[in-house]
């Protein structure tokens, strides 16, 4: 299987409507993969809090447009990162879209570990509350979004739902990077998946961006890491490594489950 990550610089020269014009063209240039990632809300960036309200688009709105069509022309899977979403009811969620290669849209997912504590996306957005999963051939695919990679429970869950490769856009700044490759590593070694990381270049909001997007194996193995630049990490897996490594090292099978602490008042 060939994945391509495309680790788009996000700066703020670049109106929404260019650079979404601009990643559509980088989609379509990858039509000898088979499933291409963006980052998470690359229209605007994943710190530019100030701008989600007036960027916000429906579901199906230009970004979806511009990515469904990118998909089906390279004929590729497309996970298109995030955008915000504004719901029918008014709320904004940071909501993932996943192609299909014919361009229909395979799954949608709605972060649920918003960032920024008491302010920025956790005040501005909802939560998501449900897990998604997308079956691809070859894989499962398990989504989840940037600040979600804290949560190792949340890939827990997906792993118990059939998730064999896990699939995470996001927009991590410079100053956490060891955090990002460290979780990166631990997701995929404590839960023998493969991990798909991809972040954005640039800065944006005055946060300079990590970089840095990763694929690691399910034996923790760094199979391909990008620098902190714009530019596409292209990789080539097997994803029968899941299967064998859950055979040969059985550890996820060694779980105890419902665990408790002796009541001792
Ligand atoms: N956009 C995010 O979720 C940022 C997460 C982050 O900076 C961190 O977990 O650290």
Redesign the pocket.
């Known amino acids: 299987m060939r994945a391509s990550l495309i680790q788009i610089a996000v700066e703020e020269g670049e109106s929404v409507e260019s650079r979404r014009r601009r990643v559509a063209s980088l989609v379509r240039d990858q039509n000898g993969a088979d499933l291409v990632v963006l980052p998470?809300l690359w229209t605007t960036g994943?710190f530019a809090f100030e701008e989600f309200d007036a960027e916000a688009e429906p579901l199906r709105g230009p970004t979806y447009e511009a990515m469904a069509k990118a998909a089906s022309d390279a004929g590729v899977w497309l996970h298109a990162g995030s955008i915000p979403e504004r719901a029918p009811d008014g709320t904004l969620y940071n909501t993932s879209l996943v192609f299909s290669p014919t361009g229909d849209l395979a799954a949608s997912y709605r972060k649920i570990h918003r960032?920024g504590f008491d302010k920025g996306?956790a005040v501005l957005m909802g939560a998501g509350r449900e897990l998604v999963t997308v079956p691809l051939p070859g894989t499962t695919v398990g989504v989840a979004t940037?600040?979600d990679l804290?949560f190792p429970e949340l890939f827990r869950s997906l792993v118990d739902a059939g998730a064999e490769t896990l699939v995470i856009p996001?927009?991590?700044?410079e100053r956490?990077r060891a955090?990002w490759t460290l979780l990166a590593q631990a997701r995929a070694v404590e839960n023998q998946a493969f991990v798909l990381a991809c972040g954005t270049a640039g800065t944006h909001a005055g946060v300079p961006q990590a970089g840095h997007s990763i694929v690691v194996d399910p034996w923790g193995e760094v199979l391909a890491e990008a620098g902190a630049d714009e530019e596409i990490l292209t990789v080539d897996f097997d994803p029968g490594k899941v299967a064998t490594t859950r055979e040969q090292f059985p550890a996820l099978k060694d779980r105890v489950l419902g665990l408790k602490a002796p009541d001792r008042s």
């Open positions: 998470e994943a960032f996306e940037c600040y804290r996001a927009g991590w700044p956490r955090h």
